[in-house]
């Protein structure tokens, strides 16, 4: 679906990354390697839908496990007045191929390390661990390994995400240990999800042509963060698009034309109830039949 001639970093991270990892994740990597390397057009089409279908299968099983996941979490604080600083969830019917990207939703709503596990074989459980700034993941599990030998099985990563695998009668164990190397090197402030802005933006740099700057700056990722603005606009409508997708038409206080604001399967976190809003957003291009406008990506969002 992306236009070969306008192709940016975002498209292949976005787009042609996940529906790789898909074929992976549910059924067997060597797909979305021969996509690649198929030299017929036909036959590439063929399976880039297949793996297409298999990535919607993929966000549609996500989706299940982490509202799943989310509930288990109200459940949690409402018990104990507050969440763990290290999170361990599990279910015993969750996806292994899946629990990477439940664990990175997780913490990107709860703002601190996540390792979501799920069954493997014989008794077993395999977790998949996302991090925050601060603490180096694959050295906690390290730290957790040496101070209480036999609980883990087996273990590896880097500083942001790592793998591990333990016996199901561990779990609560290694949870109230995760808990404690966590709390060594995270303290509260270390868990309110700091975003950095780049500043607001006037009415008259709302434009594509900023937002073409911006994508022909590129390519940005880790260590080179696209910019991030924020700003405070009146909420002139807003609906859900797909049961997971927040739409917003917006207007910046200063004036200017109509935005149009995207929140990506945030509509059950972002409730909108109030005529103004805070964003923190980036530019973005859309199109859409030919057509080519602005589009601000809403990442985080507070009614005001």
């Given at each position: 679906?992306?236009?070969?001639?306008?192709?940016?970093?975002?498209?292949?991270?976005?787009?042609?990354?996940?529906?790789?990892?898909?074929?992976?994740?549910?059924?067997?990597?060597?797909?979305?390697?021969?996509?690649?390397?198929?030299?017929?057009?036909?036959?590439?089409?063929?399976?880039?839908?297949?793996?297409?279908?298999?990535?919607?299968?993929?966000?549609?099983?996500?989706?299940?496990?982490?509202?799943?996941?989310?509930?288990?979490?109200?459940?949690?604080?409402?018990?104990?007045?507050?969440?763990?600083?290290?999170?361990?969830?599990?279910?015993?019917?969750?996806?292994?191929?899946?629990?990477?990207?439940?664990?990175?939703?997780?913490?990107?709503?709860?703002?601190?390390?996540?390792?979501?596990?799920?069954?493997?074989r014989?008794?077993?459980?395999?977790?998949?661990?996302r991090?925050?700034?601060?603490?180096?993941?694959r050295?906690?599990?390290?730290?957790?390994?040496?101070?209480?030998?036999?609980?883990?099985?087996?273990?590896?990563?880097?500083?942001?995400?790592?793998?591990?695998?333990?016996?199901?009668?561990?779990?609560?164990?290694?949870?109230?240990?995760?808990?404690?190397?966590?709390?060594?090197?995270?303290?509260?402030?270390?868990?309110?999800?700091?975003?950095?802005?780049?500043g607001?933006l006037?009415?008259?740099?709302?434009?594509?042509?900023?937002?073409?700057?911006?994508?022909?700056?590129?390519?940005?990722?880790?260590?080179?963060?696209?910019?991030?603005?924020?700003?405070?606009?009146?909420?002139?409508?807003?609906?859900?698009?797909?049961?997971?997708?927040?739409?917003?038409?917006?207007?910046?206080?200063?004036?200017?034309?109509?935005?149009?604001?995207?929140?990506?399967?945030?509509?059950?976190?972002y409730?909108?109830?109030?005529?103004?809003?805070?964003?923190?957003?980036?530019?973005?291009?859309?199109?859409?039949?030919?057509?080519?406008?602005?589009?601000?990506?809403?990442?985080?969002?507070?009614?005001?």
């Amino acid at each position: 679906g992306r236009n070969p001639a306008r192709l940016a970093a975002a498209d292949i991270a976005f787009a042609l990354g996940p529906r790789l990892n898909a074929a992976g994740r549910l059924e067997d990597m060597s797909l979305g390697i021969e996509c690649l390397l198929c030299e017929d057009p036909a036959e590439a089409l063929a399976m880039a839908a297949r793996l297409d279908e298999l990535n919607r299968e993929r966000r549609d099983i996500e989706a299940q496990m982490q509202s799943q996941a989310l509930a288990a979490l109200e459940r949690l604080e409402l018990k104990a007045g507050e969440l763990p600083y290290g999170l361990c969830l599990y279910d015993e019917d969750w996806h292994q191929g899946v629990i990477g990207i439940l664990a990175a939703r997780v913490r990107e709503r709860t703002h601190r390390p996540v390792i979501a596990f799920a069954p493997d074989r014989d008794g077993q459980l395999k977790g998949s661990a996302r991090s925050v700034p601060g603490l180096h993941i694959r050295d906690a599990l390290d730290a957790v390994a040496a101070r209480h030998p036999g609980l883990i099985r087996k273990f590896g990563g880097h500083a942001m995400a790592a793998g591990l695998s333990l016996a199901l009668e561990h779990l609560a164990a290694f949870g109230r240990a995760f808990d404690e190397e966590v709390r060594r090197h995270l303290g509260e402030d270390d868990l309110c999800g700091r975003l950095y802005s780049d500043g607001e933006l006037a009415p008259e740099e709302l434009t594509l042509a900023t937002a073409e700057l911006l994508r022909d700056a590129g390519p940005w990722g880790q260590g080179f963060p696209e910019p991030l603005f924020d700003g405070v606009f009146q909420v002139l409508d807003s609906r859900v698009l797909g049961d997971r997708h927040l739409k917003l038409s917006l207007r910046h206080p200063a004036g200017g034309a109509g935005l149009t604001a995207i929140a990506f399967n945030r509509a059950e976190e972002y409730r909108i109830d109030s005529q103004w809003v805070r964003i923190a957003y980036r530019l973005d291009i859309n199109e859409w039949r030919g057509e080519r406008s602005l589009q601000l990506l809403v990442e985080y969002l507070e009614p005001l």
